[in-house]
């Protein structure tokens, strides 16, 4: 003890001194646990943090400093018992009174129109039921019991009536209140929901396990679970997970209020987070309705859901439906299609692309995932390959969430036989047997061939013809390949003098449709500079890119003279492209290529220097999102940087107007938070037209 701290046995007075000085600090400890409290509920609950992290983590300090030095000022509730406590070596069982129900299926509207019918019969109703919507968050169910306020058990499910004890790991999650807010809560409260891990953090959870060759989880839901099944609680308090409340199980002393909607407002009012999508809606129309909507933006939201949950939000309903084995009769869950199926790799074929990358595809026994029918799954790579330790002949699951390219997403290592096959990499060109080099550091292998190698021929030309380059209408991909095949064009200059009646010989074509085509080559000659730079296919030059070197040079003298640092001046160009673009431009064939176009007539207009003025989105930042039907995303791009305008991927009170398409998401809804202007594809195309520029589709 140091000598200026009170001592009882010297001095009476000190006693009094000493009592005066603990009143003070437990007067102290409970303004850190309020502050420290409320800071963590703005943080995890209402996602709005409260106060900056420098200043959380010196309260955060400063009550650990005061709990080690006075024990008896460390309580169970304290925020400082989030970060884990002592391992366990098992869980103990634990009985819930109130059995955790789970959910009957719907799979398609039938279902819900005839669960709706069943909700109606029984109760002898024809009115339209009201019902509560929730998203079916993909994550652990747990049951939280407070008394008197306090967390003082989380449990799992279990089978339902026994679950498992996990209140270490229930206390290390942010968003679960270890006090209730407020005073007007039950003596006895238990309060039911989902766990999850938000995607943010399973992607990050899986990469550092990646940079360490250790395993990674299969999905947020794995993780989750993974993660609560942990002895060490300071493992599961490295974990970011979440709790999002859905229902109420036992209560004591407190009148609850009588539709469930209400019951969530009140955990709200306790300190839970309740999932914000939730809505009330009239009938099984209104069900439909919410579930097509959530069924649109399932892939913007920040967490995985796998259906919809529709609850009879009456509780005097709810009681009179009742329950059988084990599902209640006033809920249903309407599932979204699987995102995940199984099915067998038969074989992989290696693909050559526009640049000679090869890839190797996946040919597998169709499956029906995520609501089409899947036969290809791209591999990427062979390090992909490695990574996954796939065989010909093994049983794989295929991931397809949305419009995303499905992928194979792993192996069933169990389900493999004797006889699967390892993945060779190829080491010649499978179309022109040049050698295949992969350049030290890219996990891209590629085809050496160059344009002699007809599959980069083909790709080359198919992009050279493509809407966004030269727009030669008519020229499809069949053609393209027929006109390599037949060896009747082998660079972009040959189309400009295509024979009619080589054309027209051709399989599908005729005189007249030959004639169409070779018009439509004739009308590609004029074009833009920027469609030109776009169509020669130069490695990591896409619309923008493109747009943004003819802003610069204004003419394509300027930009094939450009050395490295002119070109890395120019908007969004960076070392990798800028290489690119010299490499491509120094090299005697492509010269030859630009100079044969020109010869033959391609032109376009002179771009005009534009002064600031003639700029009308000089210093004005859009973002771009949602799907755009008549023109591509990069295309819109394009023409609001030629109108002077920073395009950005993210929406932020600097953002001058968002250009949402369909299915816009969360940049969308960032938007309107923010009062920022929006604009639909029409009201774009008709602001594009004020500053003369006419999309044609
Ligand atoms: N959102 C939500 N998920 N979920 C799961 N609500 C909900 N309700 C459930 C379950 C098992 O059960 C209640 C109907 C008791």
């Not at 003070?24 to 800071?39: D, F, G, S, Y």
């Not at 709706?116 to 109703?125: K, P, W």
């Not at 074929?349 to 499956?367: C, E, N, S």
Request: aromatic content about 6%.
């Amino acid at each position: 003890m140091s000598p200026d701290q009170p001592s009882l046995f010297d001095d009476p007075a000190k006693e009094n001194a000493i009592t005066t000085d603990l009143v003070k600090i437990e007067a102290r400890v409970w303004v850190l646990h309020a502050q420290l409290n409320q800071a963590n509920y703005a943080y995890y609950v209402l996602d709005n943090p409260a106060l900056p992290d420098a200043e959380y983590d010196r309260l955060f300090h400063e009550l650990k400093g005061i709990e080690a030095q006075h024990p008896k000022f460390l309580s169970i509730d304290s925020p400082t018992q989030r970060v884990g406590a002592t391992p366990l070596s098992q869980f103990e069982q634990v009985a819930h009174e109130v059995p955790m129900l789970s959910l009957d299926n719907a799979f398609n509207e039938l279902d819900m129109e005839d669960f709706d019918r069943r909700v109606r019969e029984r109760l002898v109703s024809s009115h339209i039921i009201e019902y509560a919507c929730e998203p079916k968050l993909d994550g652990i169910a747990v049951s939280l019991l407070y008394e008197d306020g306090l967390l003082v058990r989380g449990a799992t499910r279990g089978d339902g009536s026994t679950g498992e004890n996990i209140t270490q790991n229930i206390r290390t999650v942010a968003s679960i209140p270890l006090k209730l807010l407020g005073d007007n809560h039950p003596p006895i409260l238990e309060v039911r929901g989902e766990v999850y891990m938000p995607k943010k953090s399973f992607n990050s959870l899986n990469a550092a396990a990646r940079e360490i060759n250790e395993k990674e989880f299969v999905n947020p839901r794995n993780a989750a679970a993974g993660s609560l099944r942990q002895l060490d609680s300071k493992v599961a308090a490295s974990r970011r997970l979440e709790f999002c409340c859905y229902s109420l199980g036992r209560v004591e002393g407190h009148e609850m209020p009588a539709k469930h909607n209400e019951i969530l407002d009140a955990f709200s009012k306790w300190g839970f987070k309740t999932n914000p999508e939730s809505k009330v809606v009239q009938g099984v129309e209104g069900c439909l309705n919410y579930y097509q909507n959530l069924a649109g933006r399932r892939n913007d939201l920040s967490y995985e859901i796998d259906g919809i949950v529709f609850k009879v939000n009456e509780i005097s309903l709810q009681q009179r439906l009742g329950f059988v084995s084990r599902a209640p009769r006033w809920a249903i869950s309407h599932k979204f299609p699987a995102q995940e199926e199984m099915t067998i790799l038969e074989g992989v074929d290696f693909q050559v692309g526009r640049t000679g990358a090869i890839t190797p595809v996946a040919r597998l026994k169709p499956v029906f995932v995520g609501g089409v029918t899947v036969a290809n799954a791209t591999l990427h790579n062979m390090d992909e390959i490695k990574r996954l330790d796939v065989r010909i002949g093994d049983t794989v699951v295929i991931h397809r969430a949305g419009d995303v390219i499905p992928k194979l997403a792993r192996v069933i290592i169990e389900k493999r036989t004797e006889s699967a096959r390892v993945i060779e990499m190829l080491t010649r060109c499978p179309v022109c047997d040049s050698h295949i080099e992969r350049i030290e550091g890219e996990a891209i292998a590629r085809c050496s061939g160059g344009l002699v190698c007809g599959a980069q021929r083909k790709e080359a030309i198919k992009h050279f013809a493509s809407r966004k380059a030269m727009d030669v209408d008519g020229l499809g991909d069949k053609i393209v390949e027929q006109l390599v095949d037949e060896d009747l064009i082998n660079s972009f200059v040959d189309l400009y003098s295509l024979d009619l009646d080589a054309v027209a010989n051709l399989d599908r074509m005729a005189q007249k449709s030959a004639q169409n085509l070779l018009q439509a080559i004739e009308v590609s000659k004029k074009t833009t500079l920027a469609k030109f730079l776009y169509s020669l296919g130069i490695r990591e030059v896409g619309v923008t890119t493109a747009q943004n070197l003819q802003n610069h040079f204004l003419s394509i003298i300027p930009l094939v003279k450009a050395d490295f640092e002119t070109l890395i001046s120019v908007q969004d160009v960076g070392p990798i492209v800028a290489q690119h673009i010299l490499n491509f431009f120094s090299e005697p064939h492509n010269q030859e290529v630009i100079d044969g176009l020109l010869n033959a007539g391609v032109h376009w207009p002179k771009v005009e220097v534009k002064s600031e003025d003639q700029l009308p989105f000089a210093n004005k930042t859009f973002v771009v999102t949602g799907t755009l039907n008549l023109m591509g995303r990069d295309e819109a791009k394009g023409y609001l940087q030629s109108l002077g305008a920073k395009v950005s991927g993210s929406v932020s009170a600097k953002t001058h107007a968002l250009v949402a398409g369909e299915k816009a998401g969360s940049k969308l809804k960032k938007a309107q938070d923010l009062d920022i202007e929006i604009l639909d594809e029409e009201a774009f195309i008709s602001l594009l037209a004020e500053h003369g520029i006419e999309h044609e589709q």
